[in-house]
């Protein structure tokens, strides 16, 4: 199983990025999948997870602003991020497990496949 992220970048705060994992090996159907980040020195945090049955769940940090998305023909995993602010600066990773399929949740312990990471920086 591979994933691989791309759509990083800088954007000022308030713009908009849309981050994609596209994944090979396997197909997205039965798995959950779920957007993680982190920033140098604190741990990776959750941002949002969207499990096999679409059941959708994010970091309250995010709500209203991010939207996890998929689209099993092209097997990619999408993060629309709109509104940004300086504090979503960090590197975004994807990450997936078949086994937490029906009950996802954003603990990344809980995830045994993951991307590289794209990095996000937006500027005040």
């Known amino acids: 199983v591979q994933l691989v992220e791309s759509g990083g970048g800088s954007v000022q705060a308030g713009g908009s990025l849309s981050l994609s994992c596209e994944a090979s090996?396997?197909?997205?159907?039965?798995?959950?999948m779920a957007w993680f980040r982190q920033v140098p020195g604190k741990e990776r945090e959750g941002v949002a997870m969207?499990?096999?049955?679409?059941?959708?769940m994010y970091a309250d940090s995010v709500k209203g602003r991010f939207t996890i998305s998929q689209d099993i023909a092209k097997n990619t995993l999408y993060l629309q991020m709109n509104n940004m602010k300086p504090e979503d600066t960090a590197m975004y990773y994807c990450?997936?497990?078949?086994?937490?399929?029906?009950?996802?949740?954003?603990?990344?312990?809980?995830?045994?496949?993951w991307g590289q990471g794209t990095q996000v920086l937006v500027s005040s």
């Open positions: 990450a997936a497990d078949e086994l937490l399929s029906g009950a996802g949740t954003l603990v990344p312990g809980d995830y045994g496949y």
């Open positions: 090996d396997y197909t997205y159907e039965g798995y959950c």
């Open positions: 969207l499990d096999s049955d679409g059941t959708t």
